[in-house]
DNA sequence: TCGGTATATTACTAAGTGGCTATATTGCTG
DNA sequence: CAGCAATATAGCCACTTAGTAATATACCGA
């Protein structure tokens, strides 16, 4: 698992980081802010806030004491063209069930 | 880790199952036939598609001795509508791209 | 310089994952 | 029914992960 969709995937495949990127996308935070709304020891935080960092989903400045994070959007647009290939698909049943409504509808059949 | 979200995104962070979905993308597939391009086992193709179903990602059939697997795209839209989340930021940034070069070009600054 | 606040690192544990080989199951087909 | 093809399961191993408590580091303010 060491290319870079699959990082950034994993990264995100828990709720706690999940919840951290969502926090961020309002805007810059630091690492007592982020871990706030978690029972989380602060380690625990740190390590979530590390593995953000290392997938690319984040970077971090250095201001007196604290290290703010920022949401690094590069990786989930990344992400967002890989869904591209299925979007598509999805979009083609949407179609499909479109379709049939809008026949049921015009021959007012049921079924 | 047990919420649905979480499920769907640790399926896709492996190469292998990712590859299996866009193989799927193009229509149903035996596990032989996903598994073919893959210098793995036998039982490490089942393992991942195993995964994938768990995660609700595909849905199998029986026929015969094979078992086809179909693309189900209920849990991709999830994703999907997750990721819209970051999307607005993420055109945002391009919006202020634009909206630089258009004015570099009109006032013919180069910063 | 000392104490306090913010954050990171270390060392540990329990559980999960991805791979393997070997074996079992299931259903055609001869 | 025997044998083969497709797939699943079991048991094992190495590695990773998510959490913990304890400790270290870095910086501010009095």
Redesign the pocket.
């Known amino acids: 698992?060491t290319d870079q969709l699959s990082l950034t995937l994993?990264a995100l495949?828990?709720p706690?980081r999940r919840a951290m990127l969502l926090r961020l996308a309002a805007g810059a935070a630091?690492?007592?802010e982020l871990g706030a709304p978690f029972a989380?020891?602060?380690?625990?935080i740190?390590?979530?806030?590390?593995?953000l960092e290392t997938a690319g989903l984040i970077s971090?400045s250095?201001a007196?004491?604290?290290?703010?994070c920022i949401l690094e959007t590069a990786k989930l647009a990344e992400l967002d063209s890989f869904m591209a290939h299925f979007r598509a698909i999805t979009e083609g049943q949407l179609d499909q069930l479109e379709t049939y409504l809008a026949q049921i509808q015009s021959t007012g059949e049921t079924k």
């Open positions: 698992m994993a495949a828990d706690t630091t690492v007592t989380l020891s602060q380690p625990a740190s390590k979530h806030i590390k593995v971090r250095r007196a004491q604290f290290r703010p």
